[in-house]
């Protein structure tokens, strides 16, 4: 699995140099198109939960629309599809200004009721994936898999038990901190001397399987 998607790398790296000698080698827009189609690719973030909760996410009329088809934003189902892009994380996304007015995990929990309601309106479609393994089976069906990982840590708040709980609702990683600092975490964009116990959260996340993201840190 791990080497498949080395090679994966790999032969993307050498096709996208080669593609930028020779842009409209029809030859080689086939093979790419082929390699893309082959392996498994993954998209680390993809920031379509936020934008569709932002735009009054209402199941009826998101499902007719968005994310299946649509000119807006950098993600819908047709265009994943004719790229060869099989698991895009989704981004739950929690701004910072949950930090001050509270909320953040509340907001974060809808973001993920969010995600799971798209795979439930479309299962021949999307489905969740919580493991590699779960990524592969989804891809031979031709299901686009759709992991889940958070930007911001802002919605752990002071209490570390919620790294568990939010890797058991299928978060797969945690990027600490985003514009603000927040009680995990100092930001990389503010200037304000360092004030959060950041490391504690390093000793818990192991334990659940969660992955950190060293994004926005100082
Ligand atoms: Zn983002």
């Known amino acids: 699995m791990k080497n498949c998607y080395w090679m994966w790398l790999i032969l993307s790296l050498v096709t996208t140099a080669t593609l ?17 189609h082959k392996f498994v690719i993954v998209d680390g973030h993809v920031d379509l939960p936020f934008r569709l909760k932002r735009r009054n996410f209402r199941l009826e009329r998101e499902f007719l629309g968005i994310p299946l088809q649509t000119d807006d934003g950098d993600f819908d189902y047709q265009r994943a599809k004719r790229g060869g892009l099989s698991a895009p994380f989704m981004s739950i996304y929690i701004p910072a200004t949950y930090q001050t007015e509270g909320g953040a995990k509340e907001f974060a929990d809808s973001l993920i009721n969010l995600v799971e309601g798209i795979a439930q309106a479309h299962p021949d479609k999307f489905a969740l994936a919580r493991t590699p393994a779960q990524v592969e089976a989804n891809f031979k069906k031709g299901l686009i898999s759709l992991p889940m990982g958070m930007e911001n840590g802002a919605p752990i708040g002071n209490d570390l038990a919620n ?9 797969r990683y945690i990027t ?19 004030q959060s116990p950041g490391h504690c959260l390093a000793l818990f996340v192991p334990q659940v ?4 993201r060293a994004q926005h840190v100082r």
């Open 163 to 171: 790294v568990a709980y939010f890797a058991q609702r299928g978060i």
């Open 20 to 36: 930028a000698q020779n842009p409209l080698d029809p030859k080689l827009l086939r093979r790419a198109d082929k390699l893309a």
């Open 209 to 212: 399987h969660a992955r950190l």
């Open 176 to 194: 600490l901190t985003h514009s603000q600092p927040n009680q995990i975490c100092d930001s990389s964009y503010d200037n304000a001397p360092q």
